[in-house]
């Protein structure tokens, strides 16, 4: 009987202490991580084509053709999709702690591997690269529903939305960082290795040594992970898995008792077995008519709203370039020499990140639980709809010289709106409404479907942006829909978003077993064991 469990009520009711913040700090360090891997990516794909991709006599440096662009890039979302349906199904079958400490290690042996790509040819070193960023990719996947499911079931109710918000609020540290370790590994050797601009010396601008400098920028993110993985494989197992899923009471007391501060005593008289009646009403799977007819609405809540919010999100790659030669930040690519572009981009992307990206996720901390998921997330959808079609309709303003600060304000405010928005609340959402034995799985559809968005955001849009007249599409790719109306398009998904949240309930301040009604039987058929049940929380 899931709410007449103490060691619930008492997770439910406990005071925030300094375990809530230690497992924010374990599990955050996983996003750190995933973030400084999946974007540290696009720092060096610039000098990846320099130094693979060099033609004689070009106007301009060597660059990555599309197909392998798309492949170095992308790969990895692919992996981070499969990842997170596997392991979100595994974190239910064999329990959150075991496949935690997995999820890690691949993804510390994976980055690596990343950098020591093996051979010298632009094809094989590609395709070494693109395998273990795959696999990479795989055991990140793993980290988001996991890492969820785990703050979820730690936390209290007052607070568990900051404290779930909090953990993924760490890819915004993540990205930072991947920004300042290609600043500083980038100048370093800019310094030792000095180098002429392209336009004046094409072969020498791509020092050997610049070889180097992509692969210790995509190995750095092992660190991290290693760092952590003592300590995740210290954390016990939530007290909720172990009481709902492996039906283990008093080890799931003696848990909760070690690690808060809060005397629970086992109640083995509540692992009675339960008539069949019962079992039927509360331990359906994910693919029964139970399911459909209980969670059904809110998973396609969920995984819809995640799908959408990721194809508005990954897109900012079409303007990301466009913007920072707007306004000085990168000059002509042959202008600087290789170290020198790579040091632009990255200390570009980390102002947008300081700027924007990060106060948008903690401004979802502080404020998750006071406004509610719901309200959060309509208004971030609200906004970006909002900014998107002001973005689309007057383009050609935007485009002349004088006007395009205001660009760049409108695109911040954009994706500040995102981090404040849909982008934190579609992965704190499915953590909390599916019952216990299918939380990591359903997390794991919801985030998989987020990534799907994201690989259609992240390529769908790079061939759909390019100019209506294919004399001006960029080198390897077809006539696009052009710029103007793919923002209007990304318009549009905004605007779908805001309907789709809708199907999702709100979640703040409720306790876990009465979002996913895994007390729905006991209402039913245990109404006088409910009567006779007492409840003594200790806080």
């Given at each position: 009987m899931a709410n007449?469990?103490?060691?619930?009520?008492?997770?439910?009711?406990?005071?925030?202490?300094?375990?809530?913040?230690?497992?924010?700090?374990?599990?955050?360090?996983?996003f750190f991580t995933d973030a400084y891997d999946l974007f540290c990516i696009s720092m060096v794909t610039k000098l990846l084509g320099r130094i693979y991709y060099h033609h004689d006599n070009a106007v301009k440096p060597g660059s990555l053709p599309p197909n392998v662009s798309a492949a170095v890039t992308g790969v990895a979302f692919c992996g981070t999709l499969a990842g997170q349906l596997f392991f979100g199904w595994l974190g239910d079958k064999l329990g959150r702690k075991k496949v935690y400490g997995?999820?890690?290690?691949?993804?510390?042996?994976?980055?690596?591997?990343?950098?020591?790509?093996?051979?010298?040819?632009?094809?094989?070193?590609?395709?070494t690269l693109c395998f273990f960023r795959f696999w990479l990719g795989f055991g990140i996947?793993?980290?988001?529903?996991?890492?969820?499911?785990?703050?979820?079931?730690?936390?209290?109710?007052?607070?568990?939305?900051?404290?779930?918000?909090?953990?993924?609020?760490?890819?915004?540290?993540?990205?930072l960082a991947g920004g300042m370790v290609?600043?500083?590994?980038?100048?370093?050797?800019?310094?030792?290795?000095?180098?002429?601009?392209?336009?004046?010396?094409?072969?020498?601008?791509?020092?050997?040594?610049?070889?180097?400098?992509?692969?210790?920028?995509?190995?750095?993110?092992?660190?991290?992970?290693?760092?952590?993985?003592?300590?995740?494989?210290?954390?016990?197992?939530?007290?909720?898995?172990?009481?709902?899923?492996?039906?283990?009471?008093?080890?799931?007391?003696?848990?909760?008792?070690?690690?808060m501060q809060v005397e629970i005593e086992a109640e083995p008289e509540k692992i009675e077995p339960v008539s069949e009646e019962r079992r039927g009403a509360n331990e359906f799977g994910l693919f029964t008519k139970q399911f459909l007819h209980r969670h059904g609405l809110h998973l396609l809540g969920t995984t819809s709203t995640w799908f959408l919010l990721d194809i508005a999100f990954y897109s900012q790659n079409l303007f990301q370039?466009?913007?920072?030669?707007?306004?000085?930040?990168?000059?002509?690519?042959?202008?600087?020499?290789?170290?020198?572009?790579?040091?632009?981009?990255?200390?570009?992307?980390?102002?947008?990140?300081?700027?924007?990206?990060?106060?948008?996720?903690?401004?979802?901390?502080?404020?998750?639980?006071?406004?509610?998921?719901?309200?959060?997330?309509?208004?971030?959808?609200?906004?970006?709809?909002?900014?998107?079609?002001?973005?689309?309709?007057?383009?050609?303003?935007?485009?002349?010289?004088?006007?395009?600060?205001?660009?760049?304000?409108?695109?911040?405010?954009?994706?500040?709106?995102?981090?404040?928005?849909?982008?934190a609340t579609t992965f704190v959402v499915p953590a909390e409404i599916f019952p216990a034995r299918l939380r990591s799985t359903c997390h794991g559809i919801s985030a998989a479907a987020g990534k799907a968005g994201a690989i259609v955001g992240a390529f769908g849009f790079l061939y759909a942006a390019q100019p209506t007249d294919?004399?001006?599409?960029?080198?390897?790719?077809?006539?696009?829909?052009?710029?103007?109306?793919?923002?209007?398009?990304?318009?549009?998904?905004?605007?779908?978003?805001m309907l789709f949240t809708f199907c999702v309930?709100?979640?703040?301040?409720?306790?876990?077993?009465?979002?996913?009604?895994?007390?729905?039987?006991?209402?039913?058929n245990g109404a006088e064991m409910r009567a006779t049940s007492g409840r003594t929380v200790p806080v």
């Amino acid at each position: 009987m899931a709410n007449d469990l103490q060691v619930l009520n008492a997770l439910d009711l406990a005071k925030t202490q300094l375990y809530h913040f230690t497992a924010i700090v374990i599990a955050g360090m996983g996003f750190f991580t995933d973030a400084y891997d999946l974007f540290c990516i696009s720092m060096v794909t610039k000098l990846l084509g320099r130094i693979y991709y060099h033609h004689d006599n070009a106007v301009k440096p060597g660059s990555l053709p599309p197909n392998v662009s798309a492949a170095v890039t992308g790969v990895a979302f692919c992996g981070t999709l499969a990842g997170q349906l596997f392991f979100g199904w595994l974190g239910d079958k064999l329990g959150r702690k075991k496949v935690y400490g997995m999820t890690l290690m691949i993804m510390v042996i994976c980055s690596i591997a990343s950098g020591l790509s093996f051979g010298h040819t632009p094809k094989s070193v590609m395709a070494t690269l693109c395998f273990f960023r795959f696999w990479l990719g795989f055991g990140i996947g793993g980290d988001y529903p996991l890492s969820a499911t785990i703050m979820s079931e730690y936390a209290n109710k007052k607070t568990r939305g900051a404290f779930i918000a909090a953990v993924f609020a760490m890819q915004g540290f993540g990205i930072l960082a991947g920004g300042m370790v290609a600043i500083i590994v980038s100048a370093a050797f800019k310094d030792a290795f000095p180098a002429p601009a392209y336009q004046d010396a094409p072969l020498a601008s791509t020092v050997p040594q610049a070889d180097f400098v992509w692969r210790i920028i995509l190995m750095f993110g092992a660190l991290p992970a290693a760092l952590t993985y003592y300590w995740r494989m210290k954390m016990p197992e939530t007290a909720r898995y172990t009481a709902l899923v492996a039906k283990n009471l008093k080890q799931a007391a003696n848990d909760m008792s070690k690690v808060m501060q809060v005397e629970i005593e086992a109640e083995p008289e509540k692992i009675e077995p339960v008539s069949e009646e019962r079992r039927g009403a509360n331990e359906f799977g994910l693919f029964t008519k139970q399911f459909l007819h209980r969670h059904g609405l809110h998973l396609l809540g969920t995984t819809s709203t995640w799908f959408l919010l990721d194809i508005a999100f990954y897109s900012q790659n079409l303007f990301q370039k466009d913007i920072f030669s707007a306004i000085g930040w990168i000059p002509p690519a042959q202008t600087m020499n290789a170290l020198d572009e790579v040091y632009r981009i990255a200390r570009a992307q980390t102002l947008i990140a300081l700027c924007s990206t990060v106060p948008g996720y903690w401004f979802t901390v502080a404020f998750i639980d006071r406004i509610g998921r719901f309200a959060i997330q309509l208004m971030g959808f609200f906004f970006m709809t909002v900014f998107m079609f002001a973005l689309a309709i007057p383009y050609n303003h935007w485009t002349h010289k004088d006007h395009r600060i205001g660009f760049v304000v409108m695109y911040s405010l954009t994706f500040f709106f995102a981090n404040f928005g849909p982008n934190a609340t579609t992965f704190v959402v499915p953590a909390e409404i599916f019952p216990a034995r299918l939380r990591s799985t359903c997390h794991g559809i919801s985030a998989a479907a987020g990534k799907a968005g994201a690989i259609v955001g992240a390529f769908g849009f790079l061939y759909a942006a390019q100019p209506t007249d294919p004399k001006k599409a960029e080198a390897g790719y077809p006539a696009g829909i052009g710029v103007k109306n793919s923002l209007i398009v990304l318009g549009v998904v905004n605007f779908l978003g805001m309907l789709f949240t809708f199907c999702v309930p709100e979640s703040n301040g409720k306790s876990l077993e009465d979002l996913s009604r895994e007390n729905e039987g006991e209402e039913e058929n245990g109404a006088e064991m409910r009567a006779t049940s007492g409840r003594t929380v200790p806080v």
